[in-house]
């Protein structure tokens, strides 16, 4: 008859009992290090990741800058080209007048050349007299050229110096003020009380001739009569007496 010890019996139970929890410890080791290493692969990822996103980010922020600058660029070659459009506009603007003012120029001086001319082939030029001052050009006539002693209308050859003069003037806009002098001789007072009437009447006669036969226009020209009040010379000879009876066509700037 065989008999079992119960306390080798028991010792065995206890023994197989206990095995399971090693392998139970094992296994949960063994998942805890995979959480670990998986914890950490995903930890250096994420910073990766996240100098990553830094670097994409500052690189982003830099291409923004250079777009701002290229476009403050391309909006300033802009204004620039416009600026320029118009420069050049101005400057073709300014040419042209320049160009006319050069043509008008040439035709002006061509007009005086023939005007000086004619002095010279009536043998006059000694009683002409121009003049270049701070109120513009002043053309200045002995009286006997354009009138005969004493009177106000204009004589045959005063009206063909008149002709002549009418062409340079004709081409100009400037302001035109035709000034009467004499000197302190008395006149007539059955025709005229006084010089000053005497200068007035041949200033006016001057300008209605431009007025009426040359087509200028009443607001270009201006009259004054100024007697004896503007003398050139002294009035205590023949020849000073003579310098001052004149008429002078002043051209404004």
Request: charged share 30%; net charge negative.
């Amino acid at each position: 008859m065989i008999k079992f010890d119960r306390d080798e019996e028991s010792s065995e139970e206890q023994d197989y009992g206990s095995t399971w929890l090693i392998t139970y410890s094992d296994m949960v080791t063994i998942i805890l290090c995979f959480f670990i290493i998986f914890f950490m692969m995903n930890a250096e990822e994420l910073s990766v990741l996240s100098h990553l996103k830094e670097d994409l980010s500052e690189e982003v922020a830099v291409m923004a800058t250079e777009v701002e600058e290229k476009t403050q660029e391309v909006e300033h070659l802009s204004d620039e080209n416009l600026r320029l459009e118009e420069e050049n506009l101005g400057l073709a603007e300014s040419m042209e007048s320049l160009q006319l003012a050069l043509e008008e120029a040439k035709t002006g001086e061509e007009a005086s050349m023939s005007f000086i001319q004619y002095l010279q082939d009536k043998e006059i030029m000694e009683l002409v007299e121009i003049i270049e001052n701070e109120r513009g050009l002043a053309i200045r006539f002995s009286d006997q050229v354009l009138f005969n002693s004493g009177e106000a209308d204009l004589n045959p050859e005063g009206l063909l110096l008149l002709e002549e003069m009418a062409e340079v003037l004709q081409d100009l806009e400037n302001h035109i003020i035709i000034e009467g002098h004499t000197d302190n001789v008395p006149t007539d007072p059955a025709r005229y009380p006084s010089n000053w009437e005497l200068s007035l009447d041949r200033s006016m006669g001057v300008a209605r001739y431009f007025i009426d036969e040359k087509e200028f226009s009443e607001h270009q020209i201006s009259v004054s009569g100024y007697g004896e009040t503007r003398p050139l010379a002294s009035n205590e000879d023949a020849e000073g007496r003579a310098k001052n009876r004149r008429i002078e066509i002043v051209i404004l700037q």
